[in-house]
Structure formats: C-alpha cells, structure tokens
C-alpha cells in the first residue's frame, strides 16, 4: 500500500524559509514513471501546483514559484523535500505531497497523496 | 498558463440523482484531463484520469467525458457518500492547473 506522510513545521516566520518532507512507503522513489510532487491549498480555496522531481534529480516547477522554491529527493530515505524562501501570509495553505505518474509522455495524474499539513506564516 | 474553469461552482442534488459537471479549459488539452474528489479536511482522491478512464476502486457510478477543451464528469445515482467537492485538472502542460472546484451539497 503506496502511503505518503507530510512532516514539517506548522509556524513559519515571514521571510524565512518554508521546509517539509515527505516520507515514501509501501514503493520505492526510484520507480520508473514516477514524479515526487507537492501541491498546496490555501485555506477554503483550490488546488495549486507547487512543483515535481524525478528520481533522477530532474524537477519541475511552478514559474509563479520557482524563484523561491527548491524541491529534493533523498533515495536512501525513500523521501523528497520542499522549500520556499521568503515566506509570506499568501503561502498559508495546506500542503501536500503526492505522487504523479507519467510513463512515456502518457497518463499523468495524481494517484496517492498524502493527509496534507497546514502551515500557517505568521510572526 | 491554462485556465481551467468548472460549472457550476456549487450544486444541490439528492441521493439517487444523476448529476454533470463540466470543465472547460483555456485552451487544448487532448484528453489530459483528470478529476478528483476532495471529502472536508481530506486529500483529493483520483476519480477519473485522461478525460473517460476510471481510476481502480472507483465506482462505476462516476464518468468522464470530452476532449480538447470541454470536459464533463457525471455520476450516474448519488450515493451519500458523493456529497463532496470536485476538481478538474489539467496535465497537458506546465504548470499544471486545477479548476477552482465545484461543491456538491445534499438537497
């Protein structure tokens, strides 16, 4: 059973800088076909794209987020990372990992994520 | 980036109704278009994925339909388990984008 968990820290001050790990279980983060993936929802709102990595170390990311984002992967914890530099109130949301599948340019989706954690930028 | 927008926004429906929601984007998007349910203070869950095919352990109730620009999902007969909010989203280039959601409440 494929099972991704958030952790991290729920308070962050403006301007420092946002970190959450995802911890992989139940399948390996070298997998062929597979993105590491973080999307957040601000609190009552939509769902926005953050951004990917590949186990290879290749990543993808949201242009409206890239300045201040940085997305990793340890393979030998089977678990990926997300930071965001220069927080503000607008990056208060719930955060998710997820997992995305994307074998031979096809399919695409969103198939397992993770319980999501609130983080909450204040002073 | 692509704009996804749903209709309606929110919906009232009883058990037992047949129900559509439908997804435009800005712009083509093949059939790289997939659909989530999201349950209060819960993950959104893959319902449907490349516009008309069913994730495993989905009911047969739910399909999806479309391609290029004008999507819909439809659940045959609501179940009380239905009554949730539904997003649209778009994998056909980055950055991917969802639709802002359309909220399905017991009538």
């Known amino acids: 059973q494929v099972q991704l968990q958030e952790s991290g820290p729920g308070l962050v001050k403006p301007s420092q800088t946002l970190s959450l790990t995802c911890i992989v279980s139940?399948?390996?983060?070298?997998?062929?076909?597979?993105?590491w993936s973080w999307i957040r929802q601000h609190p009552g709102k939509g769902l926005e794209w953050i951004g990917y990595i590949y186990y290879s170390g290749s990543t993808y990311y949201n242009p409206s987020l890239k300045s201040r984002l940085t997305i990793s992967v340890d393979m030998s914890k089977n678990q990926f990372s997300l930071k965001l530099s220069s927080v503000t109130a607008a990056d208060t949301a719930v955060y998710y990992c997820a997992r995305y599948f994307d074998i031979n340019n096809n399919y695409r989706f969103f198939d397992f994520w993770g319980q999501g954690t609130l983080v909450t930028v204040s002073s | 980036d692509i704009q996804m927008t749903q209709s309606p926004s929110s919906l009232s429906a009883s058990v037992g109704d047949r129900v559509t929601i439908t997804c435009r984007a800005s712009?083509?998007?093949?059939?790289?278009l997939n659909w989530y349910q999201q349950k209060p203070g819960k993950a959104p869950k893959l319902l449907i994925y490349?516009?008309?095919s069913l994730q495993n352990g989905v009911p047969s109730r739910f399909s999806g339909s479309g391609s290029g620009t004008d999507f819909t999902l439809t659940i045959g007969s609501l179940q009380p388990e239905d009554f949730a909010t539904y997003y649209c989203q778009q994998s056909s280039s980055i950055p991917q984008t969802f639709g802002q959601g359309t909220r399905l409440e017991i009538k």
């Open positions: 139940g399948t390996s983060i070298r997998s062929d076909g597979y993105y």
């Open positions: 490349l516009a008309s």
């Open positions: 712009q083509t998007i093949s059939n790289f």
